[in-house]
């Protein structure tokens, strides 16, 4: 079965769903093509109304500091709802257009980097705790590996639409 972005969660999870979790937040390829957009290009919306390289990066940083946080709760047993949030209220209330592609990497490395400490310290009794995203019942570990499926979507729309063909 074929999902859609919109599906959210089968989507992000069908992207990387044959990786390692601790692969997945080690690799470097996202960080290695994201420095290879220079500023100004970074600053490039494809179309009216649609973000920015800068702000697609932000809020990549942003869902995976969201994420991470309600993936801590959940490895604590705390029976809690997986749900969305407002990424256009969030993206238009930042600065990441203000900041350089070098500013924006940087914190998602940090961000990336605390998430593999945290990975790293999870049972695997922990990894199968499940909880709700939505109408899905998923455990920990898939909830986690979306994370990196949410970039993974992202970056290749970067790749398809700002790129020059």
């Known amino acids: 079965m074929s999902y ?3 599906q959210g969660f089968p989507y992000y999870f069908d992207l990387v769903k044959d990786d390692h979790l601790h692969t997945l937040f080690s690799l470097s390829s ?3 093509f994201l420095r290879s957009i220079h500023d100004e290009k970074a ?3 494809y179309a009216p109304g649609k973000w920015s390289i800068k702000q697609i990066v932000g809020h990549i940083t942003d869902h995976e ?3 991470m946080f309600r993936a801590f709760q ?6 809690i709802e997986l749900w969305g949030y407002d990424q256009n209220f969030l993206v238009n209330h930042a600065r990441f257009d203000e900041l350089t592609m070098e500013q924006l990497i940087t914190d998602l490395l940090s961000v990336r980097k605390a998430s593999l400490s945290f ?4 049972s695997e009794r922990q990894l199968k705790i499940k909880g709700r995203a939505r109408q899905y019942q998923i455990t920990l570990e898939e909830f986690l590996m979306s994370v990196i499926g949410h ?3 992202h970056i290749n729309i970067i790749k398809e ?3 020059p063909k």
């Open 4 to 6: 859609t972005p919109e």
């Open 30 to 32: 996202t960080f290695t």
């Open 43 to 45: 600053a490039h919306r």
């Open 65 to 67: 500091r969201i994420k």
């Open 74 to 79: 959940l490895s604590r047993n705390e029976k």
């Open 119 to 122: 990975i790293d310290t999870l």
């Open 151 to 153: 970039e993974r979507h």
């Open 161 to 163: 639409k700002y790129q």
